[in-house]
């Protein structure tokens, strides 16, 4: 589809720019007594978009973000920060705009737009997925400046501009032409008219030039301000009355100030009250704690205030990667790295490694060979591959592997110094099968 460029910018009425506006662009007729109206049209962030397909789609629980596996390649405009459009995947909960979290590979890391909000699970990836890059959302903020740009189909849209905070008067720009090139039309003539508190020049237009509007000029000691008693009214310059004073305006005689603070402090505040001049000093101190207890979150559950605890095993740096089934069938042959080198110095010691899998529509076979985890020279090995053999979808399968503990190689530095945690099968590649699985690692990085 060709996609042509549309400008604005959001400002007050004194010409100060209006960050994270709403912008919603409708096509016509347009229905705008909500906000956002209807219907929204279907706009991108560039003139071209790019399309591809997915083999794989699957939620995690850690980040609650979704991870999509692209066929082939990854177009070059999927980036962080950039959205994407996925339709016509089996569940439905993985279809609409998605905000880029990052890249590796042909795995595209998403959550919501904007809020970065947490995605509920849309269950299990069956089929089907097609991909339309640089999408926007529809309606999407100003930026830091008040400026905005789309992209659409050449047409007649209706913008409409609101902003959650009140800074703006709502407003619907109808019959918005979006033109292919240089673009055509009839209009002739445009001209700006500016409330009397400003002075409008280069009105009007007809053929090119610039429409500025400047701040009139206002005798001494007014203000802007509504009307200085009865109903509401527009905004003019007067003078100040004693109705615009707040409440209980006066002359302060004592000023007390009181300090609460959480129980792991204890507090005091010297100087209060201040009844002419004075200075308030507080005064924070940390109450003593038990030995070998941390400052946390919950170690379980929702979010709660912190306290002092001791730690969890979730409280250990962990990861959480996705193996679609492409890698488990090339796992004798490719490796997965699961945890990356920390650096030259230092080395991975695993603690607990957990693996979810998730049956496809075939039915994975094997003919030998341990799944191990490795760090250098250190491997551990599964008992038994069958988690990896569950029957077809909806079947699923969890498995924990409490590390069993290894001995690297010597030298100096030592064999697992600055080596990747991998995932690796010995012999055999798996066959046939077209699950997926997650793996979660729980892990300590300590100097060599």
């Known amino acids: 589809m060709a996609a042509f460029r549309y400008d604005g910018r959001v400002q007050d009425i004194v010409g100060n720019a209006i960050a994270g506006a709403s912008i919603a662009v409708l096509t016509q007729p347009a229905v705008t007594t909500s906000q956002p109206g209807s219907p929204l049209a279907t706009i991108f962030a560039a003139a071209l978009q790019n399309s591809g397909s997915l083999t794989t789609a699957s939620w995690s629980n850690l980040s609650q973000q979704i991870t999509f596996g692209f066929t082939g390649s990854v177009p070059a405009d999927v980036v962080p920060g950039a959205f ?149 009214a527009a905004p003019t310059f007067r003078t100040l009355v004693s109705a615009d004073m707040p409440a209980g305006t006066g002359t302060v005689t004592s000023v007390a100030h009181t300090l609460t603070v959480p129980g792991i402090f204890s507090s005091a505040v010297a100087g209060s009250p201040i009844t002419s001049a004075g200075t308030l000093a507080d005064t924070i101190s940390l109450v003593n704690q038990n030995a070998n207890l941390v400052w946390a979150g919950p170690s379980s559950g929702s979010a709660g205030p912190p306290a002092f605890r001791s730690l969890v095993a979730q409280d250990l740096p962990n990861v ?14 490719t490796p997965v790295t699961l945890v990356a ?84 099968k010995a012999t055999n590649q798996f066959a046939a099968g077209n699950g997926t699985a997650t793996v979660l690692v729980w892990y300590y990085v300590i100097s060599t």
Not at 139 to 154: I, K, M, R, S, V
Not at 164 to 178: E, F, K
Not at 320 to 333: G, K
């Open 341 to 424: 080198a920390q650096g030259v110095g230092f080395s991975i010691i695993p603690t607990m490694i957990i693996i979810k899998f998730s049956g496809g529509g075939i039915a994975y076979t094997d003919a030998g060979g341990a799944v191990s985890f490795s760090n250098g020279s250190m491997s551990a090995s599964l008992a038994s591959n069958a988690i990896f053999l569950v029957t077809t979808s909806p079947n699923r399968r969890i498995q924990s592997f409490p590390w069993p503990g290894a001995t690297d190689t010597a030298g100096n530095p030592p064999s697992d110094d600055n080596a990747a945690l991998t995932i690796s």
């Open 84 to 232: 994407l459009s996925v339709a016509g995947v089996n569940p439905t909960g993985y279809n609409g705009i998605w905000q880029i979290v990052s890249v590796s590979g042909l795995n595209v890391v998403v959550t919501t737009p904007y809020t970065l909000a947490a995605i509920a699970n849309p269950g299990t990836y069956i089929a089907g997925g097609t991909v339309v890059t640089s999408a926007l959302p529809n309606p999407f903020p100003t930026d830091t400046l008040g400026n905005f740009f789309f992209y659409a189909a050449a047409g007649i849209y209706s913008v409409q501009i609101y902003d959650s905070l009140s800074r703006i008067t709502p407003l619907v720009l109808a019959d918005q032409n979006v033109v292919a090139g240089g673009g055509s039309g009839s209009v002739t003539s445009v001209a700006l008219a500016m409330p009397a508190e400003f002075t409008v020049s280069g009105s009007p237009i007809t053929g090119a030039g610039t429409l500025t509007a400047t701040k009139a000029n206002q005798s001494a000691n007014l203000v802007y301000a509504g009307p200085s008693g009865g109903g509401p």
């Open 320 to 333: 959480s990667v996705s193996l679609s089934s492409a890698q488990i069938l090339a796992l004798q042959t």
